[in-house]
């Protein structure tokens, strides 16, 4: 399998390729076994992904993963952001 092809199937799967790529990457699969059952097996795990809805995540989850975090020792702390109108805070 082409290494360039390998790379692309991600995008491939998510139908993020031009149209000119993804018909290359479709005649190089029927070539190659591996590329056409990498390409298969992952728009089908995509596919599905999309079919499904996306887990809602609360204020209680979120608590309950930084409590878990907590007691496993990470050092999590809260500073507040100093209020500048008009800027942005850039991580350093």
Do not use: C, W
């Not at 996306?54 to 309950?64: M, N």
């Amino acid at each position: 399998m082409n290494d360039l092809y390998r790379k692309l199937v991600d995008l491939y799967a998510g139908q993020e390729l031009p149209e000119e790529l993804a018909l290359d990457l479709e005649s190089a699969a029927a070539t190659d076994e591996n590329l056409a059952t990498d390409m298969a097996t992952l728009t089908q795990t995509v596919n599905l992904l999309k079919a499904h809805p996306a887990p809602e995540f609360d204020e209680r989850d979120f608590l309950r993963i930084l409590f878990r975090m907590q007691t496993m020792g990470a050092d999590i702390s809260f500073e507040e952001a100093q209020s500048h109108p008009g800027q942005y805070q850039l991580p350093m």
